[in-house]
């Protein structure tokens, strides 16, 4: 005989025990949504104040906006490439006019480019090109403006106070990039507007001395070394647009830039540097070394938000513009050149 399924039956008790489980499973998930909802809110109330802090929600703040927005990579590129016209501008003009014999000039760029060490400023060779002269004076230059302008904050007239606000982000960058990108962008909104003539000729006097002097480089800015200075000033410029620059980010993860130039004589890395002139022994695979510098170029500085990243991540964005040795016979003063050029 067939008997018919039974139904499940359950009793009141584990009833009403399932239905209370799932009323507290329910109401958990609830809170746990309420919660997470709260921590949205308090993220966009954080990000509308830093945008604030930044400058971001301001169409006209600073002189690092283009069109209202954050400078991006592409951006720098195109400013960088400006002043390394002006730069390039600067020795091409006082070489096809050297107030002083060419030898002597590069005798000066090279005491300046290798800090007054006289184990490297030899052998010397008898004539200097113009080619050679102009490319070391675009390195000194560019070692100045690296080291002397972006590698700095330039806020103030005083170069004791510059140094010690260096300083302070440095730290308080080491600690939280975020609060450091609000403390760069916020103190840069109070900067100096241009760059004074004192700074200029600290800057000079600081990094190039020798050519300075050589040069007699004063205050007039239409002689053929004082056209310096306005490359200085645009130089300036530029590291406003780099250091005031709202975070591309959101204000998640700060980035900063530095400038960097390969040392003269130095193995060339083709991540970090770039030739403007072709070099055959590069392309024939041999080893070849920076003649000179011409213009920096530029890392992105980042660490993770809240600092949790132990090191900080460079990103070059700008790679160095480099002539090799070999197309600068004569120039390297630190492994003679042996193949007669490129």
């Not at 460079?314 to 070999?326: G, L, N, S, Y």
Request: with cysteine; charged share 20%; aromatic share 6%.
């Amino acid at each position: 005989m067939h008997t018919p399924p039974q139904p499940d039956v359950v009793s009141g008790d584990q009833y009403r025990y399932a239905l209370t489980n799932f009323r507290i499973a329910h109401e958990k998930v609830e809170e746990q949504r309420l919660q997470l909802l709260e921590q949205e809110n308090q993220v966009a109330l954080l990000r509308a104040r830093i945008a604030l802090l930044e400058g971001t929600n301001q169409p006209h703040f600073g002189v690092s906006k283009l069109n209202g927005n954050s400078v991006d990579d592409f951006s720098i590129k195109n400013a960088a490439s400006g002043l390394e016209r002006q730069i390039n501008r600067w020795a091409a003009d006082l070489v096809r006019a050297p107030p002083v014999p060419l030898n002597v000039i590069r005798q000066a760029a090279l005491t300046d480019v290798f800090d007054d060490n006289p184990g490297e400023l030899e052998p010397q060779t008898p004539n200097a090109t113009g080619i050679q002269v102009q490319s070391l004076l675009r390195h000194a230059v560019s070692k100045t403006i690296a080291e002397g302008i972006i590698n700095s904050l330039i806020i103030t007239d005083s170069p004791e106070a510059n140094i010690q606000l260096t300083r302070i982000h440095e730290h308080i960058f080491s600690r939280d990039p975020t609060v450091a990108a609000v403390w760069r962008r916020q103190t840069f909104s109070a900067a100096v507007e241009t760059c004074s003539l004192e700074m200029s000729h600290f800057f000079l006097s600081e990094h190039m001395p020798n050519l300075t002097q050589l040069l007699c480089i004063g205050n007039d800015k239409t002689t053929l070394s004082g056209a310096v200075i306005p490359v200085l000033e645009a130089a300036y410029e530029f590291s406003r647009m780099l250091h005031s620059a709202p975070s591309s980010s959101g204000g998640m993860v700060d980035a900063f830039y530095r400038a960097f130039v390969p040392d003269v004589g130095s193995v060339m890395n083709p991540r970090q540097i770039e030739l403007v002139k072709r070099c055959h022994k590069t392309e024939r695979g041999e080893p070849d070394r920076v003649g000179a510098a011409v213009f920096p170029g530029l890392v992105k500085v980042t660490r993770g938000a809240g600092g949790q990243a132990p090191d900080d991540v460079h990103t070059v964005v700008r790679r160095a513009q480099v002539i090799c040795e070999c197309a600068l016979i004569g120039v390297s003063q630190v492994t003679p050149n042996t193949h007669g050029g490129c």
